[in-house]
């Protein structure tokens, strides 16, 4: 699996056997986990509060809020997707973008989702669709085939406050 997981982030491209179920359009916030098909009905799906956007967030505490929310993600291939997309993009990212940003990678309520959009392995639904999408979507690509193998380090964080 870290196989797979080292080569869709080196080449851009999904190839892992295994695929959790896509909920596709976000229509409810909730999670069931990844077992199959619930035949017996003693599955519970775990209701998520909705998401909200946050209008009087300053920018730069928005900034700190989506370089974390970037960091911990609820899988290994956003986490580092993400956290490397964001050490790169937040900082010079308009306001605009930033709640375009926040909404996508907060209001999903599965991750897989996220993944899958960004690769092109799903469609984007239409409300994520926009130009922090398209961005995310070339920068997955990694033509210039850098290696993401982890997170970045927060030493750059220092290096940007002096």
């Not at 974390?68 to 291939?77: P, V």
């Not at 956003?78 to 306001?95: P, V």
């Not at 309520?109 to 960004?118: G, H």
């Amino acid at each position: 699996m870290l196989h797979s997981v080292v080569l869709t982030l080196v080449t851009g491209v999904c190839q892992a056997a295994w695929r959790p179920a896509v909920t596709g359009l976000v229509s409810s916030r909730g999670y069931k986990g990844d077992a199959p098909d619930d035949t017996r009905g003693d599955l519970i799906e775990i209701p998520l509060p909705p998401w909200e956007q946050k209008l009087d967030e300053p920018t730069d505490i928005k900034r700190r809020r989506l370089l974390y929310e970037s960091r911990k993600r609820g899988m290994l291939e956003n986490c580092i997707l993400l956290s490397l997309f964001a050490k790169r993009y937040l900082n010079t990212m308009s306001e605009i973008q930033l709640q375009q940003y926040d909404r996508l990678i907060n209001e999903p309520s599965n991750d897989w989702d996220i993944y899958y959009w960004a690769t092109e392995a799903q469609p984007t639904p239409d409300v994520y669709q926009g130009e922090v999408m398209d961005m995310l979507k070339e920068f997955t690509k990694n033509r210039n085939q850098e290696q993401r193998l982890d997170a970045p380090s927060l030493e750059y964080l220092e290096k940007q406050s002096q």
